[in-house]
């Protein structure tokens, strides 16, 4: 990638006007006018000669261009491309006289009026996340650009609600409580037609684009509306300011919560029914330093997928855990930080060996999707019912298998791995980075390693990576760097990375069947650069980053005798790790490197969500 090209200041550089003067476009009678009307006003010296009418935008550029050896452009005939103004925030490109012009691939290419301004650059590259390529632009026509395209993009809120027209009218708000409050004028307000068309606007867009989170968030002079697409937040419009209150207290009301109360936090849920479906979100409010930031998380049965095989298993984990969770008893564990897919694993495992002659009990906090069949009870610490409360009223509701939707202590802990050592199938969650690491948790909250060993079936753990996107995909040579990243070099092979005949040849099975030639000649001598990699370039589709839809990397911990004996043992992380990749297990890393081979993520994704 050809670096950005930097403006480059002459040695000693001339004021504009003396330039113009000595090009002799300029007389000094027309420079101390323009020089006394550009201080009056409060305006730069270029601007101030275009509006005269003193020079030509053409004429300065020239000057510039020459002066300072930079590329020029005529925006009269240059097409703004209006996606890209959400890149650079309107007050940044009115203070600075910047534009985005152009974007090829990581680099962005920005219409500047100063030169010597080199400070912008910086702030732009910081702000965009691109590479900036400065080209100059006449102050007068940036200006003139800013004010029709700015204020066009600032109607946004407009044309999302123009886009989906007649879409609010199929929002229906279910189970929604009157509340009485003495709040009189902010409940007029909240009942405001634009307020609610607004809301409902935008809860039905963001189901539509697949979101899995709303955030709205107050600042000093501003509100700004986040969607979270494919575990990315994307900043989607800015309401007005005057709105805030109003639409937050809307918010409230819908949720059933107390719209007088802005101290303290306060949870609720929504339940909406959008088109044909019904959605429930979760709606969470937090006290902010200029008011309440709302949060809601949208549940959409719709878009709950409970085929880990769609998701990206590999041959091998996905057998070990399908028979860990084919046992009549015993415990299995999934793990992975918030956000990382746990629950949808587990929701996955139920819905397999959910059957007409077994009762499944479930403990969560919250409950995020109803399924058919399966007896699920909501926890309410404020109540006394905690995880361990309902695990203890579960063993006596005659249950085949139970869910716990989190081991936070060692109680919980401790009545899980009796339940699972008295005939019952126990599954649950923990917040631990692998599978190894999982086991020394649950012996550091002192259960005892003979009851661990002899409970546990397997464990799962998980990442969430984003794949590439489809339409923009590209073939790359990785650089040192990144190689350097992710701890191999350009001799490591395929034996270096500790995996073994087995898993490649499952790989190679599952490639043939996803179409994937190249790795027909995978073998453990390979050198990990021989093979493709892949990255988007950024289009349309995937909104410039390269990156659309997610993929799910797996680790899964068979408990064979000899890992049970280690347990037993009290051997530490990396012995059971060791220990586990010898019998066949794939870490997360290793998935991860399967996944980059396939072209399915990226290495930057994996080196983001795993360790080596």
Aim: glycine residues 6%; hydrophobic residues 40%.
């Amino acid at each position: 990638m050809a670096a950005p090209v930097v403006p480059k200041p002459a040695a000693a550089p001339d004021r504009l006007g003396e330039l113009l003067v000595r090009e002799g476009v300029l007389n000094h009678e027309q420079l101390t006018k323009a020089q006394q009307d550009a201080t009056s006003g409060g305006q730069r010296l270029g601007y101030t000669l275009v509006k005269l009418g003193f020079v030509t935008e053409t004429a300065i550029l020239r000057v510039l261009a020459r002066q300072h050896r930079m590329p020029a452009v005529d925006l009269s005939r240059f097409e703004v491309d209006t996606r890209l103004l959400k890149l650079v925030p309107a007050d940044v490109a009115s203070k600075h006289s910047v534009l985005p012009l152009k974007r090829d691939g990581r680099q962005l290419t920005v219409a500047i009026a100063d030169p010597t301004n080199l400070g912008v650059v910086d702030d732009l590259k910081f702000i965009t996340r691109y590479d900036i390529v400065p080209v100059l632009a006449g102050e007068f026509s940036i200006r003139t650009a800013i004010e029709k395209h700015y204020e066009a993009n600032d109607q946004q809120m407009q044309t999302l609600l123009q886009d989906i027209a007649g879409a609010e009218d199929d929002v229906e708000l279910l189970e929604a409580q009157e509340q009485e409050a003495d709040v009189s004028a902010l409940a007029a307000a909240v009942e405001d037609a634009p307020v609610v068309k607004l809301l409902n606007a935008i809860l039905s867009d963001a189901v539509t684009r697949g979101a899995s989170d709303i955030h709205f968030e107050c600042f000093e002079h501003e509100l700004r509306v986040r969607y979270r697409i494919d575990g990315a937040l994307q900043e989607i419009m800015k309401p007005p300011a005057k709105m805030k209150a109003a639409l937050i207290s809307r918010f409230k009301i819908m949720a059933s919560l107390n719209i007088a109360e802005r101290r303290v936090p306060q949870d609720g849920r929504i339940k909406l029914k959008v088109g044909s479906k019904v959605i429930d979100f979760r709606v969470s409010t937090l006290p902010t330093l200029f008011g309440e930031k709302v949060v809601l998380r949208i549940l959409d049965k719709g878009n709950l997928t409970l085929d880990l095989e769609t998701f990206g298993i590999e041959p091998r984990a996905e057998r070990e855990f399908m028979e860990a969770i084919s046992n009549p008893y015993g415990m299995v564990l999934v793990t992975g930080p918030t956000g990382s897919g746990k629950t949808t694993t587990l929701y996955s495992a139920l819905s397999k060996i959910n059957t007409m002659d077994t009762n499944i009990m479930t403990a969560e906090d919250p409950v995020e999707y109803n399924l058919f069949g399966i007896n699920q009870v909501q926890v309410r610490n404020e109540i006394g019912m905690t995880f361990a409360a309902a695990l203890k009223a579960f063993l006596r509701q005659d249950p085949n298998i139970i869910m716990l939707g989190e081991i936070r202590d060692l109680e919980t802990g401790g009545i899980a791995i009796k339940a699972a050592l008295t005939g019952h199938l126990v599954m649950s969650t923990l917040h631990t980075n692998s599978a190894p690491e999982t086991l020394t948790r649950l012996l550091d909250m002192g259960l005892e390693p003979f009851n661990v060993a002899s409970a546990l079936n397997a464990i799962l753990a998980q990442r969430l990576v984003r794949r590439i996107c489809p339409k923009c995909k590209t073939k790359y040579e990785p650089d040192d760097a990144e190689l350097t990243g992710a701890k191999v070099t350009r001799e490591t092979t395929m034996r270096d990375l500790r995996f073994t005949e087995e898993a490649l040849q499952d790989a190679k099975r599952k490639a043939t069947k996803e179409a994937v030639p190249f790795l027909e000649n995978l073998s453990l001598d390979t050198r990990v650069v021989d093979l493709p990699f892949f990255k988007g370039r950024g289009c349309d589709t995937c909104n410039g980053t390269g990156l659309k839809g997610r993929q799910g990397l797996y680790e899964v911990m068979f408990m064979t005798n000899h890992i049970k004996k280690l347990v037993v043992q009290n051997a530490d992380s990396q012995v059971l790790k060791d220990e586990a990749i010898k019998e066949g297990m794939l870490t997360l890393r290793m998935d991860g490197w399967l996944k980059v081979l396939k072209g399915l993520t990226t290495l930057e994704q994996v080196i983001r969500e795993t360790s080596a």
